[in-house]
């Protein structure tokens, strides 16, 4: 069973930087590939980005593709986030998920973290 935590979410203003962390439990979790999605109000959950289990392939969703850097330290059992040039349509409750596969571009999501809020002010 893995267990993950977000932190790292809060206030921001347009053009600013945040970084997310995604805390797991499990000693498995350095075996899973990791993703970031989002989800803002009255929108469906979409997919941001993703890492590969060593942290050698990254996927990213094309409207955050040059603005966000996912990263894994799997002696930390961490994932990241870095979040630049932010925008206030990207404002959302951002959730990481883990994917007992090891490698793929959109994780299915066997496992969810309970989501970290992000706004965006302009």
């Known amino acids: 069973q893995v267990q993950l935590v977000e932190s790292g979410g809060g206030l921001v203003q347009a053009g600013g930087s945040l970084r997310l962390s995604c805390a797991a439990s499990?000693?498995?979790?350095?075996?899973?590939?990791v993703g970031w999605f989002r989800q803002a109000p009255k929108k469906e959950r979409e997919f941001v980005a993703a890492i590969s289990w060593s942290g050698g392939s990254a996927y990213y969703a094309d409207s955050v593709k040059g603005r966000y850097a996912i990263s894994r330290d799997n002696a930390k059992n961490t994932v990241y986030l870095q979040m630049n040039s932010l925008k206030p349509e990207d404002t959302a409750v951002y959730y990481c998920a883990a994917d007992r596969r090891p490698v793929v571009a959109v994780p299915r999501g066997d496992y969810w973290g309970q989501g970290t809020q992000v706004t965006v002010s302009s």
């Open positions: 499990g000693r498995t979790f350095s075996n899973y590939a």
